[in-house]
């Protein structure tokens, strides 16, 4: 394509690419995102494109990035009616072919069914996608991120050619700040604001920096857009670099995302053929280009001042904030950090309005960035939830609309599990119980729940889970990637995660949750930066939601999650024992021995509890017994 | 000037100086483990928290006075209860990960921490950074650095060989505030992190000075007015040397311009 010369060439260029998109031609988009690709979306895709090739048939392919319900990849949509097929598989491809694309027949087998046997013919039909709404991924599922050209066509760059043709930088900045977008990395800082004292900051050159570095676990909301629109992040930072007056940008992103990394790499380029990145865009004063940074996966590099340690090669670690950011950041010059999904929002926001944005969300942002949190957010749904993927919801939604609406409820509910907490926020966040199911989530509902938003992990926890053992685990986690410069952060969780280590065990005592306790308050306003302020979100949490949990432990040795593997023992009901066998053939260390259509027994001191037994018997006759019962 | 209280006290401050600066110069003490008015404060150790009051600070704003600059109007308290309630926590911590240090030891007395609750490690050195940070911003040698991550960190030089770009100056075990670098010194070499290094002697009687080969060579590179023979003479012949020089000015035999060149 060619370099486009101004702002208002760039919108004939969106004006062609639009009218020569016919919204009612046949196309089948195949879900291109790792978690469709790890479930074998690509030999579906190519037994689509050779078997399209074999009947000569000139219907549109196209690979798309996440649609969101990774759960049921590889996911197929055909447009355009919208009809969603899920776990397709290669052998599907010619069936597929035949009867929906050559009869407009609709194969029940691969529609979705929820676990009331329902089943649903449209993708937006399906609850998982119904409930949500989708600003940042609207596109994701209907162009190819690989194609500069399907982003025009969907009037993507339309807000840039908008910015720079009307609105004075002052103005774009004044409309973030009236947005309420609030930073979506998990500081919930309001985005224009920070904008505005790096602009108003002395210093040049200035900066910006896209935080790529989702290094929650769970999260993967921010792979996603890259890899499913790359072009709304460049666009949005580009916007920002204008309202700025940034000429320099940098995206540090994992070298774990290799897909989102190419196709970044990539739309770069097309964006820099353009003229939509380098000196002069588009004809204007403005100049500004983007150098991908790739980071080494620690934890802490997702915190701004170790993140610009990195990019400056130094050891990722906080540094003193003498000055902010906005004034003194990368090489001492002013800079300005958000997160992918902060830059993929400022797109839409120009390009349909401030009261368009502010209309979805909570609390009154008029008068005060802080007043409230507006737009939608991205959740990735995960745990012991029917439906996993990425959820885009309006600000403000309840977490029992996310679990049960579009997550489809708790995973082998049919076994008597049932809903026990929702971890949110990543590592530091905090565990949210029952009784808080119907609150609205936004970023300080969230905080005055003692979880956070983060960058929006959710993890399910049903029954079965050990709320002490979450904890563990985090701690874990994060006494890992603790950067270890300051003495709250490395030697509290060193501490925390001995006494964890011990209370699963069973060897925990009672003053150990006072130590925990104590720890805990002075991790939490004596650390250094936001990861050691926040890493004891979840002991403070799993504290003051399940104590009993922490005290059964200790006093009886019992594990109300039935997890903790030195506290529980796995038996064989006589009453529902069938004899069926499945048991002792699955068991992998031999433990379990019976004959046909007779009682089976465990055999407890080769029984390693992995509770496969558990999982695969049909008639619920094994129990986990823990504490005195055991 | 700028108007800062500390404990209800009026100060006067300077523009840009830190809390800990102020309180140090007003004969306030406030303990640190990870300062050294040489090096850039670093905030590692947390062991000087304050609270603060007033100039925008938060309600109730426990901070580390090492990198709290001082701001009009100001107020800082020394010792709260929660300042003392978390610093002893902090203490605790560091007593659990390394034992048997005198220096912790006698600061538990001073600050009423009575028994250690976590589990024991049997480390030496309490990660403040400071020898890596003086061996760079100081020495110039960047002969140490910090390894690993979280509990995992440790200083040492590189690969923990001994370490080619050190000059055996031992400042960082001069600066250690745990003194758990080892120095052997005899008369005729200094070992540390594991390499020996030769003493040199001095020029004019030859006893064994303080400084080796390599130290007066990066100092020569740091500083282009240095030259060997200001570095290789002992404290005492230098002290005869400049006595010598001035009784022969009292004495009259050689004039001020002289003693110039």
Known sequence: MERISSPNALLDVIKKHQDARDPDKVRI????GTGCIASGANSVMASFESTLLEKNSSVELLGTGCHGFCERGPLVVIQPEGTLYQRVKPENVNEILDKTIGNGEVITKLLYRDEAKNTYEKEQDVPFYKHQERIVFAMNGHIDPSRIEDYLAMGGYGALAKVLLNIEPEQVIHMVTKSGLRGRGGGGFPAGVKWKSCRDAEGSPKYIICNADEGDPGAFMDRSIMEGNPHSVIEGMIIGAYAIGATKGYVYIRNEYPLALLRLENALEQARELGLLGDNILGTDCSFDITINRGGGAFVCGESTALMMSIEGKVGRPRVKWQHTAKKGLWGNPTNINNVETWANIPPIMDRGVDWFTSIGTGDVSNNPWGGSKGTKIFSLVGKVNNTGLVEVPMGISIRSIVFDMGGGIKNSQKGRTFKA??????SGGCIPEQYLDNPIDFDELTRLGSMMGSGGMIVMDDRTCMVEVARYFVDFL???????????????RAMSEILGRIVKGQGRHEDLVVLED???????????NLGLTAANPVLSTLKYFRQEYLDHIDKGECAGRQCQDLIKYTISEENCTGCTLCARKCPTKAI???KKSLHVIDQELCVRCGVCDD???????TILSGPER | MIHVRINGKLLEAKKGETVLQLAQRNGYHIPNLCYHPSLKADGACRMCLVEVKGANAKPNSLTTACTLTVKEGMEVLLDTPEVSKHRNTILEMLMALVPDSPVLTKMAEEYGLKEIRLAQGDEVCIKCGLCVRICDEVVGAKALAMEGRGTETTFNPPF????????ACTSCAFICPVQCIPVKKTNDSITIWGREFDRLKCTRCGRALDLTEEHMALMMTRSSHLKPEDLNVCDVCSRKEVLGTMKSLVDGQITLERVGK
């Open chain 2, 160 to 167: 923990n060989e001994p370490p080619e770009r050190c000059v």
């Open chain 1, 29 to 32: 988009s195949v879900c291109q």
């Open chain 1, 422 to 427: 929702v971890q949110t926020g990543g590592p």
């Open chain 1, 479 to 493: 006494k890992e990637e603790s950067c270890g410069k300051c003495t709250p952060c490395r030697e509290g969780l």
């Open chain 1, 519 to 529: 720890l805990a308050s002075t991790m939490s306003v004596a650390s250094f930066c």
């Open chain 1, 616 to 622: 695969v018997c049909n008639f619920n006759a094994v």
């Open chain 1, 593 to 595: 021995s019976g004959e």
